[in-house]
């Protein structure tokens, strides 16, 4: 069988790292494929270290047009990111009828409908593995592992950076300011880290397995976004004394009214295997309704782990080449004729339960107003945690801090409730309102 | 697209997990697969039960040869385990031309190799995603998801009867065979457990791994076996101390010499994700070259989360049931005229390093004569425990436990270190060796 060529654009780090994969393992690659995978040519602006990174037997070009208009090319990998040139480059590659590999997850979430289309039409395969969780291969558990089964939630850790910055907060007690510097010295964010922190990539990543899971398109503009750049560490220290650890989760669920699909901090009980998941590692659990629960963890970035998903996507591609449309799996597993219409939900519809910090004055009453609030809206209380003053501010404070977990409500209550407290002289600060996640 | 018509061999608790899966979701499933998958025929002794769970729209017979003489049915479901008519039944469904669906364990890494070599001559597909770790997709994560990694080794809790009795063992310090007792009380572990507990299930799974791993053939006669019968609650206990959990691991490793496949209890570090596994769950490492670590959880057994596994294949089988064997991911993941045939190491050629109880006089000299013998060996130490005497054996006690932790080395050197070690007059009881895996 002769070898299947690719056109790679963009030789940065994941470009790189498929490079060596493919040339270290390519013997144990093709054992499994059966046909060899070939990078026949590479785009990339810098092609003098393009060439000096692909070696001499690869034709690199700085016109990524190039590669598109060789009719010798079978699949297009795009390794640009963003919005823009890539965005133009994945659509004119399905129009010249190549497939497309990419880990693009911004420009996936947010035009997926119109990619996944385009390729539908042109019956081209668009892949994506790569866009969510790095290395591991959780687009194809859920695509194809998990196909008997109605999914009921996804929840993950889906963004290394905010993970890492999590358990440095954890395990040293410092503040995200001062742990978010140390990440990007160590390389572990970047230099503008707001796509991370801000909950961005996290969303991008959720949307992506929202459709995937639930059969419904992409639809990142509903997608409710909240970072973690607020986050105290008082804040993971109350949550661990209550056993439970805080992460940045994106969470997809179907509910009878709509599917919430949603990116925020998060109170994961300790003992769940997720809540365990430190460092820049990645780990999402899925709930089926045959299956239960499942765990897939990870890497969630880098140049190998991305590039062991770019090239599984190549092997998946090298095989069902030349089949019809019935052969292959749907891109976004379910058949383009059968997807749902199913809404999603906006968060104030949202039902989950809170840890609520509220710094009070300490006397007489306080406790009795704001449990009466949460009485009147109907919110139950799970927990309570209220600090000595002295403990607190230290010796003749006059100021403590009250920590109420509550049980599921719908999340328009509690910003009723949470206007109420807040509005309570008593209640000194800004209430801090963590969601909170069983995950059970 | 027509329906594909299934037929399916004994509908015990698997199997009615299968039918109840299918019916319940059918509208999910064909929205994945595009087309409908139907239980046309069921086998089973036991008509009248059958008939009941099947409902009246599915012909049940006693005689599973009638299914497969049935000109109509696409694929066989193989749920009657064992080797005896199991393999007959999928050895004729396969020359009359049907793919099979298989969750028998046992029957792929004793007979594996002929049954693939059938398969692969009649141009059908063998699937068994559910003989390996029940509803997680480890199969397809090995075979399909890393396919650009030289995988270097695979470690997995993947029987989840003894990992039930090894957690209940650490949670309430009672030993093995009052836990077994409580285990088989609540259905967790069979009448006759010996499978489960001499780690023969978990050696039929690991093979089976192994073979997919690395491209060699199934060979469950070179596995080295070994259960978890002998253990005590206080090595459990010791290995706590030390910051370790202990673990029944099936486990299969690439070295420069060959492949390590054996099944033994094993002391993992505390902190991996993996000693965190409790109950009766499942959850497999696997590290790849360019992927690194990944882990996959869930559960292992029971019903529905292994008709999920089932379900998954058919629905994989009802995609490519046309395809050409190029379109097919193979059997063993590598193409059958590229396996490889790197040997599988005896025990006493594998390296790995040791957890040690030796029950010592507590008298001057002991611990010298020991860590002579060791150091004679050439095996080096890594963490020593001595117990004072009347911990161990109350008041006026002459007697005390001695652990060791050592670095790797080779099995055979231990053993002969053992050996030396047991003759001395000073250990008064049979050495407790225990395999330590560091899993890094």
Redesign the interface.
Known sequence: ?KPIKVGLLGMGTVGS?VFT??K??QE????????RIEIAMVADLDTTRAQAAAGSGVEVVADARKIIANPEIDIVIELIGGYGIAKALVLEAIEAGKHVVTANKALLAVHGTEIFAAAHRKGVMVAF?AAVAG???II??LR???????IQWIAGIINGTTNFILSEMRDKGLDFDVVLKEAQRLGYAEADPTFDIEGVDAAHKATLMSAIAF?IPVQFDKAYVEGITKLGAQDIKYAEQLGYRIKLLGITKQTAKGIELRVHPALVPAKR?IA??EGAMN?VVVQ????????????GA?S??T??????DL??IA??H??DA?????HL???PQ?MSDMPILAMSEVVTSYYLRLNVADEAGVLAKVTGILAEAGISIDAMLQREADEVGGEGATQTDLIILTHDCMEAKMNGALAQMQALPTVLSPITRIRKEELA
Not at 326 to 330: E, L, N, Y
């Open positions: 069988m790292g994969v493919l270290r393992n144990e690659i093709f054992r499994r494929a059966g046909r593995e290395g591991i291969p194809k558990a194809e592992g998990l196909t008997a089964n109605r059969g295997l365990n998941v780990a089926g309704d045959a299956v239960g629960t499942t765990l897939y963890y990870g890497k880098g190998e782990p590039a062991s998903a770019v090239i599984a092997v998946d095989r069902l030349g089949a019935a052969q292959r799996v749907p597993a379910f058949q059968s």
